[in-house]
């Protein structure tokens, strides 16, 4: 059974500080790893991919994968009140596999 | 910048009768899949789709449920016999494959059945 497991929140967050979200997911074979936002009544919009262990930025966001540990995480730098959604992890094997995705952080930037 | 689209972005329809939900998906992308979010609940996997045949199928897409790419650039999902329990958010995805996995997502179509 592939599982993919994120606090369900709210994390609630100043405005201008860092935001942290975390998952962890069960199936070992996961190759492919994915941060999408999804605000309410819409559909999830990618933010991050990351395939290798490590750090990858891009913008004020960051991703970090730790395959050993079977842990993702997602850092937002500098936080904006538009940054409020949820944030949804998700995880493929390969090629054409579906998306295993997390129920999702719900996120709130305190202005 | 290209993007998923989906018709209709509502449908609502009686409890045994048949619905077919559209996407077209992003031109040059690949692979194509499906995926329902019922209110509250997590985005869950339907169906993927890729060279004109199923890839790889949830448990959920049991027998009610077929797709097809009936031209070069319609995809589209049946659903046989509605049941209440259909009643969701459904989305379409593509990705451009050639190692390149990003998935994008269309608008969704919310599916209510009475």
């Known amino acids: 059974q592939k599982e993919v497991e994120q606090n369900s929140g709210p994390l609630s967050v100043p405005e201008g500080a860092i935001a942290s979200l975390n998952c962890t997911y069960s199936?070992?074979?996961?190759?492919?790893f994915f941060w999408y936002r999804q605000y309410s009544g819409k559909s999830p919009e990618l933010i991050m991919s990351i395939y290798s262990n490590g750090d990858k930025e891009d913008g004020r966001f960051t991703a970090q994968l730790n395959k050993a540990s079977q842990y993702v995480s997602l850092l937002i730098r500098d936080s904006q009140p538009s940054d409020s959604a949820t944030y949804l992890c998700a995880v493929k094997r390969g090629g054409a596999d579906g998306l295993t995705f997390g129920k999702g952080t719900h996120l709130i930037i305190q202005p | 910048e290209p993007e998923v689209t989906q018709t209709p972005s509502h449908q609502v329809t009686q409890m045994g009768q048949e619905v077919i939900l559209r996407c077209v998906p992003i031109?040059?992308?690949?692979?194509f899949y499906w995926y329902r979010q019922i209110l509250g609940q997590k985005v869950e996997f339907l169906v993927s789709?890729?060279?004109?045949?199923?890839?790889?199928k949830s448990e959920i897409f049991d027998d009610q449920f077929s797709v097809e790419r009936p031209d070069g650039s319609n995809f589209t999902l049946k659903i046989r016999s509605t049941k209440l329990e259909d009643s969701a958010m459904y989305f379409c995805?593509?990705?451009?494959?050639?190692?390149?996995?990003?998935?994008?997502f269309g608008p969704g179509t919310r599916l209510t059945v009475t």
């Open positions: 199936d070992r074979v996961s190759q492919s």
């Open positions: 031109s040059n992308h690949l692979y």
């Open positions: 995805a593509s990705s451009a494959g050639g190692g390149s996995y990003e998935q994008y």
């Open positions: 789709f890729y060279n004109n045949e199923i890839s790889e």
